[in-house]
T-cell receptor
């Protein structure tokens, strides 16, 4: 049972436009949700998080939205830049370990 | 050090060979985590240390996998009698927080293990 799911393996957007990456979860007990960004041959890098008691968290070009009733979160990147091209993972920590989705590969075209 | 360091970066092992993967976390980080990432998938939890105590090893796939962190700093993940299904990237992460919570982990670049 995959508790955190990213249903879109890939996304391609034009530079300057909005990128929206989606994530669904099944466990209502998660306290936080995190997004990581991963470049090839590197480890994932923490990007942004949101508490389960909030519905939005913003950090510069990155905003994460949480819809608890739908058990859905999304990461918005505005404006998208070519350097944002990477694999994005959503993750939920629980009792010392984190459950990750399988990732979405974002390609931002110049 | 400035980041989480893992060695070797690449390891090719013959099936049945034992391997040892090393992780040097950020100085002062109490928590250390090992994850396994298969191609096209997200990282899967293996085990977790708080200082030298291994608090959770529920993700280790079999008794061929063993991890230690004897002095609460450097950690080693050992895989005995490697099999082809062990081929993956092994990621180490550390955190100053006991549970990583909202702050996330700092990951190393991983060790890519290929069993032939």
């Amino acid at each position: 049972d995959q508790q955190v799911k990213q249903n879109s393996p890939s996304l391609s957007v034009q530079e300057g436009r909005i990128s929206i990456l989606n994530c669904d979860y099944t466990n209502s007990m998660f306290d936080y949700f995190l997004w990581y960004k991963k470049y090839p041959a590197e480890g994932p890098t923490f990007l942004i998080s949101i508490s389960s008691i909030k519905d939005k968290n913003e950090d510069g070009r990155f905003t994460v939205f949480l819809n608890k009733s739908a058990k859905h979160l999304s990461l918005h990147i505005v404006p998208s830049q070519p350097g944002d091209s990477a694999v994005y993972f959503c993750a939920a920590p629980n009792a010392g370990k984190s459950t990750f989705g399988d990732g979405t590969t974002l390609t931002v075209k110049p | 050090g400035a980041g989480v360091s893992q060695s070797p970066r690449y390891k090719v092992a013959k099936r049945g060979q034992d391997v040892a993967l090393r992780c040097d976390p950020i100085s002062g980080h109490v928590s250390l985590f090992w994850y396994q990432q298969a191609l096209g998938q997200g990282p899967e939890f293996l085990t977790y240390f708080q200082n030298e105590a291994q608090l959770d090893k529920s993700g280790l796939p079999s008794d061929r996998f063993f991890a230690e962190r004897p002095e609460g700093s450097v950690s080693t993940l050992k895989i005995q009698r490697t099999q082809q299904e062990d081929s993956a990237v092994y990621l180490c992460a550390s955190s100053f927080s006991p549970t990583a919570g909202p702050y996330g982990y700092t990951f190393g670049s991983g060790t890519r293990l290929t069993v032939v």
